[in-house]
């Protein structure tokens, strides 16, 4: 594989953050509505620990698969090569974070 693919790869691995993200959706509310959630209400806990593990789970393979791209990328001597992981990872922890809080802080 030469570089310009290798980089090409490497930055289309972007694309994991779209897809993880309206995966999460696809899983968590079909869930939410077998688990008997009103809409607007607050989900128990342990629904919402399920799922923030499948987000986590979606979004760790993305990361995952940015990672292994990059880092090839890097071994064949792309500058900055690295910087599509980063930017993954940042969208991952993000993404858990604001899952968090939204939880946390519903009064519903």
Partial sequence: MDR???????????????IAYVGSFLI???????AGLE??????????VIMMAM????FGVAVGVS???CSR???????NAMAPA???AAAAVIT?????VGYLFSWS
């Avoid at 968590?28 to 077998?34: I, K, Q, T, V």
């Avoid at 809409?39 to 919402?48: D, K, T």
């Avoid at 858990?96 to 968090?100: C, D, I, P, R, V």
Wanted: charge should be positive; aromatic fraction near 8%; proline fraction near 6%.
């Fill in 4 to 18: 310009s693919r290798a980089a090409r790869r490497a930055w289309l691995s972007l694309l994991g953050i779209p």
């Fill in 28 to 34: 968590g509310e079909p869930l939410a509505g077998w």
């Fill in 39 to 48: 809409e607007g209400s607050r989900a128990p806990a342990w629904l919402a």
């Fill in 55 to 58: 987000m986590l789970l979606l």
């Fill in 67 to 69: 990672l292994r791209l």
């Fill in 73 to 79: 990328a890097r071994t064949l001597g792309v500058r």
């Fill in 86 to 88: 980063w930017i993954v």
């Fill in 96 to 100: 858990l974070l604001q899952g968090a």
